[in-house]
């Protein structure tokens, strides 16, 4: 028994493994990018979004023959979709790339440097697809081209990178609207997002409640049909509907065994991004006292508002494994496509960040 540090190393056991199937693969628990946004396929560099504001207060008493006329006016928001080259270079130089995976495949009858269709070529597609997706994800959440400049990183040089790639993903344009006076009152305050890590993810048993209430209170200009929030705020409101009403009553206990399949809070569906917090966590702690950039979060909006913008959708699943001779000798698994994030109504939202 004994920790191999890089999965090529597993062809260098003294007994190959005969089949792929023998690995079990420690799969991240993965939410599609489509269960919270909107996928926009074929979008165009430049190609304006524009939103327009409700308005009232054009009805007056006839003033009979020559009365005077009003000039409302039309507020209105105008972004255009920016789409960004994303990315996925994997290159080994091919010598150790035979002597790890094609070592292994050779010892189940591949050809060397054609693993066109191969169980090994279909598992490490598989393997990148997966983490293209997380990717993805991530990226249309937090992604920020100016990050490297807000010191929000725990590690800039290695991370930047893997976040700068898009003009602003959904929590960098909401950061963004709360400097415009004209969204102050999108926003209600989130105590726990400032001060020492250990405060902020220390919560009390009905700050979620608290939050996803307050986030409710007097919306009448907009409608919403879904709440977006980190994994700890909800997990925070699902415990306090598990011991509302008492440990002693059926109904709770079939919620702590069963857990909570449909969560809402006033009618509104709560609809939590598991992976956020493990992201901050990871990325974003900072500090000789450490804090979490961010780590809570609340949207309540419409997911047809939320869009990501993208040349092809069937291109996160398109991925080239290719051998490249002479000088090079390198072999690479290779896939790329355009993405953007709008925010494209940004006058039908509530938010807590």
């Known amino acids: 028994m004994g920790l191999v540090a890089d999965f090529t190393d597993l062809a260098t056991s003294d007994i190959y493994i005969q089949s792929l199937k023998e690995i ?93 269709g191969t169980e090994l070529a279909v598992f490490i597609e598989d393997l990148v697809t997966k983490a ?37 993903g959904l929590l960098p344009t909401l950061q963004y609207l709360k400097t415009l006076p004209e969204f102050s009152g999108s926003f209600i305050p989130l105590t726990k997002n400032t001060g020492a890590m250990t405060d902020q993810l220390n919560l009390d048993a009905t700050y979620a409640l608290d939050l996803y209430e307050s986030l409710l209170d007097d919306v009448y200009d907009f409608e919403g049909d879904t ?20 440990y002693g009553i059926q109904s709770n206990v079939d919620l702590t065994q069963k857990g909570i399949t449909d969560p809402m809070i006033d009618g509104e569906s709560l609809t939590p991004i598991v992976q956020y917090d493990r992201w901050r966590r990871n990325d974003f702690v900072t500090g000789t006292t450490p804090h979490i950039h961010l780590p809570h979060f609340a949207l309540f909006t ?36 355009l993405v953007d994030f709008k925010m494209v109504n940004p006058y039908a939202f509530r938010a807590a960040i």
């Not at 997380?134 to 590690?155: E, P």
């Open 24 to 116: 079990v693969k420690n799969d991240v628990f993965q939410q599609d990018t489509s269960e919270f946004f909107t996928i926009v396929p074929g979008i165009k560099g430049g190609k304006q979004v524009a939103a327009m504001k409700n308005f009232e207060y054009v009805t007056v008493a006839s003033q009979g023959c020559g009365g005077t006329g009003i000039s409302p006016k039309f507020p209105a928001f105008s972004q255009k979709w920016n789409p960004k080259m994303a990315e996925v270079k994997i290159k080994y130089c091919f010598t150790e790339f035979e002597d790890s995976f094609v070592q292994w495949g050779l010892n189940n009858g591949y050809a060397r440097k054609d693993l066109t």
């Open 132 to 168: 293209m997706k997380a990717d993805l994800l991530r990226i249309v959440l937090m992604g920020d081209k100016d990050i490297a400049a807000q010191d929000i990183l725990t590690d800039e040089a290695g991370k930047t990178k893997f976040y700068d790639i898009i003009d602003k």
């Open 227 to 246: 709440i977006l929030t980190s994994n700890r705020l909800f997990k925070n409101y699902q415990k306090w509907v598990k011991r509302a009403n008492g």
């Open 302 to 337: 419409k997911k047809e508002h939320l869009q990501v913008g993208v040349d092809d959708a069937a291109s996160l699943e398109d991925i080239t494994l290719e051998y490249i001779g002479g000088d090079d000798e390198s072999f690479y698994i290779k896939a790329n496509y």
